[in-house]
């Protein structure tokens, strides 16, 4: 009998990271690049990228840290809109978190009623005149 050679693997070997790699993309995806923008940015194919983080968890919770780190920048920018009463801001977070929206000709009650609108219902708990 003979003894088998082990196979040698084919292809490129898997690429590894550096610590500032690891730090740079944490980065970049807190900056709200996309998966695609960062792969170019470190110059390996988004195939590549998307293989990294299905094998390497580092790289994989570096990269969602960013991307919660962004998220986390926008709502506490949005809060402090919000506490500033801009009303932009205040009728963004009603229509996208509360499920408001506004009212048209569809929005009658159950006696057929034209509904209030929204907006006449943020003015009021807010104290400014609906002009």
Known sequence: MTEEKPKKRRGRPPKTLTDSQYSEVRRLASLTLTQEEISR???FS????TRILKRDERFLREYKKGVDEAKANCVQKLREAIDKGE???IFF???TRCGWREAGPADVDKDGKQSEAPTKIVFSVIGKKNE
Not at 46 to 49: E, I, Q, S
């Open 41 to 43: 940015w470190f110059d």
């Open 46 to 49: 988004h195939d590549t990228f």
């Open 87 to 89: 009303l932009a801001a």
């Open 93 to 95: 977070y009603l229509k």
